[in-house]
């Protein structure tokens, strides 16, 4: 379908969402990839003759190109999902006291449920704690119209704006009326020190200004077109927001309702009047009682948190049995097998994993696919904390517990990640006079979020050449004398590099690289094929965690070549040579 305004589509969330950041006259975007907001940029992309989009390094700097924009006076917008706000905090808290020229929009898609994520935060509390006002769209129709508003509303208040959403919003889908594009004048830059420059004695009077805008902003909320007000039966009423809006709307469809689109700062009056106009109130908000504490601290008697749950994503039968009351009739789960998450066939994280087993070595994680080295059979990924942590991680190790300690650990960290965050905890380590090992696991996309460019693939987000940053080259530039690039299936000299990289009382890098076999580009080699009378049905390649290969009924060994992505890592794990390579052009 054509997206022509005028028109209507069925959209995700996030597609709405950069429709809307289109039709607002946004001309800057810079994000990082993260589920579930990925989508937001990829989106955005499609409009690139009107706009720029980038893949920034990570969020923080993401953060600061949006501003740059804004200071200068085009509308400009950041998107990231929850933990990449607390990457960004530092630029966000400071220029919530700053405020803006052209609008600037930070987009947060919290993850209820932790489908893809490390936490369960709340961005609306780091949104409080920055003093930055936080608007929730409840559908993708809503997503488009918030956005657009977001950027006026940061325009008339001179304040960033935060779009919250969630995993639920971002991937669900609804009909989106199209708009044109506004056609935007740029704000002229004016010279502004006191304003623009957050130095002691600039943020103090800026503070005072921040305090009467959100004061300012929270009268105003009383008749903002956001905030929707559903009278019905007001025995009962409900003050809620976002996709919860939609449960309360489907199983309690005769309640009166207060549907804030505005959540920070809380339109007080407005939620006062509400709550004087019913007789019993329920708050009902995904995550943190964030609304319910609030309202609570006014003297309203409200219900929340006493029969909800701060924990994952609300649903309709959830409110159903916690506010009705009911005893809901479920069916029982299908008894169908676990399905673990795992590596994919001819995933090169697997070779490596495997051979660090192998050795007994532990490891440090990081964020990415490889993350699942953590899980059985491979076991090898014993910590992992955040973006760049793995590297930061063996140093305070290395520090804690001595150089010969840290010889049976490894730090494993991704090449996206690597440049995300690790490039300075390496740097770390070189400056510090550490010991330790890192592995770069370079496959050439960020991988776990689909496959998009970063600083070491040679492409833009806007589909440019460019310049690909060395990953080599660069750890010699740190001034690491050891680096050494090995292929990540080649595992007679990966275990040779590994045993040699780790007894050294020095900083060393392996870059193991293999493209990711889901890329676009990837060419498998071929199929393994497994030769029954050679097989001693040991079970070694077993230990690969390969999903393409697995046990016969007789206990030999049987590979899928629909799953085979032609890796031969099995192979290489087959003492008896009873698994072969079977090349592509035979």
């Not at 309202?295 to 909800?308: A, D, F, M, Q, R």
């Not at 994280?349 to 050795?359: E, P």
């Not at 060395?470 to 990966?494: Q, R, S, T, W, Y």
């Amino acid at each position: 379908m054509s997206e022509k305004a005028g028109t209507q589509m069925v959209m995700l969330g996030n597609a709405a969402i950069a429709r809307g950041a289109y039709e607002a006259g946004v001309k800057v975007s810079a994000a990082y990839p993260g589920t579930p907001s990925t989508e937001i940029s990829e989106n955005l992309v499609k409009y690139k003759d009107e706009l720029y989009c980038e893949w920034s390094p990570n969020e923080k700097v993401a953060m600061e190109v949006a501003i740059g924009a804004s200071f200068h006076g085009v509308r400009a917008m950041a998107s990231m999902k929850h933990v990449g706000v607390n990457v960004a905090s530092d630029p966000l808290f400071t220029i919530a006291y700053a405020g803006v020229n052209g609008g600037l929009v930070i987009v947060a898609a919290d993850d209820p449920g932790l489908y893809s994520s490390q936490n369960e935060q709340d961005s609306r509390m780091v949104a409080r704690a920055a003093m930055v006002p936080v608007i929730e769209p409840s559908d993708s129709e809503e997503a488009r119209i918030f956005t657009k508003r977001a950027f006026e509303l940061s325009e008339k208040y001179d304040t960033p704006i935060m779009v919250r959403t969630t995993t639920r919003l971002a991937h669900s889908q609804c009909i989106v009326n199209l708009e044109e594009r506004q056609d935007i004048e740029d704000k002229p830059y004016v010279k502004n020190i006191a304003k623009n420059v957050m130095m002691p004695a600039m943020a103090k009077a800026r503070h005072l200004i921040v305090e009467e805008r959100m004061k300012k902003m929270s009268e105003d909320g009383y008749d903002l077109d956001l905030n929707k007000v559903y009278y019905n039966d007001t025995k009962v009423g409900v003050i809620t927001s976002g996709i919860p809006y939609q449960y309360v709307k489907e199983v309690m469809p005769e309640a009166s309702v207060l549907k804030l689109g505005l959540v920070h700062p809380l339109p007080r009056k407005l939620i006062e009047e509400f709550a004087s106009k019913v007789d019993k109130l329920y708050i009902v908000e995904e995550l943190e009682p964030v609304i319910e504490e609030q309202v609570k601290s006014w003297g309203i008697k409200c219900t929340g948190k006493e029969i909800l749950t701060v924990q994952g994503e609300y649903s309709a039968n959830l409110l159903r049995k916690a506010i009705l009351g009911q005893k809901l009739d479920i069916e029982p789960a299908a008894d169908v097998p676990a399905r673990p998450p795992i590596l994919c066939p001819g995933c090169p994280h697997r070779s490596v994993y495997h051979v660090l087993k192998k050795l007994k070595k532990h490891a440090a994680g990081d964020i990415g696919c490889y993350t699942l080295g953590a899980v059985a059979p491979l076991q090898v990924v014993e910590t992992s904390a955040c973006m760049g942590s793995s590297i930061s991680t063996l140093h305070g190790l290395e520090k804690a517990k001595g150089s010969e300690y840290v010889k049976d650990w490894v730090a494993c960290i991704g090449d996206s990640t690597f440049l995300h965050t690790g490039v300075n905890s390496l740097m770390n380590m070189v400056y510090n006079k550490a010991t330790g090992t890192v592995i770069i696991m370079d496959n050439s996309t960020t991988g776990m979020t689909g496959h998009q460019d970063h600083a070491a693939t040679g492409k833009t987000l806007m589909g440019d050449d460019t310049y690909m940053i060395d990953i080599f080259n660069l750890c010699k530039a740190l001034g690491i004398e050891n680096v050494v690039e090995v292929d990540a299936f080649d595992m007679k000299k990966l275990e040779e590099v590994i045993k040699e990289e780790t007894a050294r009382d020095a900083v060393s890098v392996i870059i193991a690289k293999s493209l990711c076999a889901l890329h676009k580009d990837f060419v498998p080699k071929g199929k393994c094929k497994v030769d029954t009378e050679k097989c001693k049905k040991c079970g070694m390649c077993m230990a690969s965690a390969c999903p393409a290969i697995h046990k016969a009924a007789d206990g030999s060994a049987e590979i899928d070549e629909t799953l085979c992505n032609g890796c031969g890592h099995c192979a290489g794990c087959c003492p008896f040579g009873a698994i072969s390579l079977i090349p592509a052009n035979r």
